[in-house]
C-alpha cells in the first residue's frame, strides 16, 4: 500500500496545508479518505481528476467532505468523454441529503446518485477494491468512523475525528501506521468525546501496539510541535507530524 498525505490541516486550511484528506493506494486502485476544504485541487498533484476508483468519508463535517461539491461539478458536468459512471462513495447516513443540501441547486434531487454510487458505513469488515476494511463509530458529536486498512499483510488504520474510544484502540491494534488526529494541546482543551490532543494519540497508539504513528488534522491555531512532543512522551515507537505531498509505503 501506499499512502499519501493530500490534506491534514484540521479545522479549516491552513497556509500549507487543505483540511484532511489522505490517498490510499494498491494494485493500481486509488481510494481517497476524505476530501476537506481544499483537497481537490491539491489531489490533482497526485492523481487526475477522474482517476480516483473509491472514496471514504468519515463523517460529515465539512473539514472532512465539502470539496465532494466541486467533485461533483467536476464528475457531472464533464463534457470531454461524457458524464463519469458512478464512483463508490462510503459515508454515514444521509450523505447523499448532506450533500445534495450542501450543494444548493443541484439540477434534480437525485443528481448526486448520477455520479456518486453511495454505500451507508456501519461498524464491521468489507471490501472495497483490493482492500479489506474494517470500520468502528468513534466518539464525535456526529456520527463518524474510523477506518482500519489491510492489503498484502500490510495495515492502515485512519482515526478521522474521535475522541478517546476503546473502538479506535482496536482499529489501531499493531497496525503498521497509525494516522491518528491531534486536533487539541494537552493541558487547555479539555471536551470529551470530540477531539483527541497529542498525548492522547500517543496514548492510544501505545495501548494499541502500533507500529508508527502520523499526527494529522492539526487547526492552524494549535502548535504542532508541543502535540508532538506530547506524543513523544507516552509513545516508544516512531513518531511525525503529518505535512502534505508526504509518502508512505507500507
Known amino acids: 500500500m501506499k ?38 485541487g491539491e489531489l490533482q498533484r497526485h492523481c487526475g481528476l477522474y482517476d480516483l476508483d473509491a472514496i471514504f468519508l468519515s463523517h460529515l463535517h465539512a473539514d472532512h467532505f465539502i470539496d465532494m461539491l466541486g467533485y461533483f461539478v467536476a464528475r457531472y458536468y464533464r463534457h470531454d468523454g461524457g458524464r463519469c459512471a458512478p464512483i463508490p462513495v462510503y459515508g454515514p447516513e444521509g450523505t447523499e441529503q448532506r450533500l445534495t443540501t450542501a450543494y444548493g441547486d443541484t439540477p434534480s434531487a ?7 454510487d453511495f454505500h451507508t458505513v456501519k461498524p464491521g469488515t468489507f471490501e472495497i477494491g483490493p482492500f479489506t476494511v474494517h470500520t468502528e463509530r468513534v466518539r464525535h458529536p456526529v456520527e463518524a468512523y474510523g477506518i482500519r486498512i489491510e492489503h498484502g499483510g500490510s495495515s492502515l488504520t485512519y482515526s478521522g475525528d474521535t475522541g478517546v474510544s476503546e473502538a479506535l484502540d482496536e482499529l489501531a ?26 498525548r492522547e494519540a500517543g496514548e492510544t497508539a ?43 509505503e507500507l
Open 173 to 198: 491494534r499493531d497496525a503498521d501506521l497509525f494516522l491518528c488526529e491531534a486536533a487539541f494541546t494537552h493541558g487547555k482543551e479539555d471536551i470529551p468525546n470530540l477531539h483527541l490532543n497529542g
Open 110 to 116: 437525485s443528481s448526486m446518485s448520477e455520479v456518486f
Open 3 to 40: 499512502l499519501t498525505v493530500v490534506g491534514c490541516s484540521g479545522s479549516f486550511p491552513s497556509a500549507e496545508s487543505a483540511c484532511s484528506s489522505y490517498l490510499v493506494e494498491a494494485d493500481g486502485f486509488r481510494l481517497l479518505l476524505d476530501m476537506g476544504n481544499g483537497a481537490l
Open 206 to 248: 501505545a495501548r494499541a501496539r502500533a507500529r508508527r504513528l502520523v499526527l494529522t488534522h492539526i487547526p492552524p491555531w494549535t502548535d504542532p510541535q508541543v502535540n508532538l512532543a506530547d506524543a513523544r512522551a507516552v509513545y516508544p515507537g516512531p513518531v511525525e507530524l503529518a505535512v502534505p505531498r508526504a509518502t508512505y
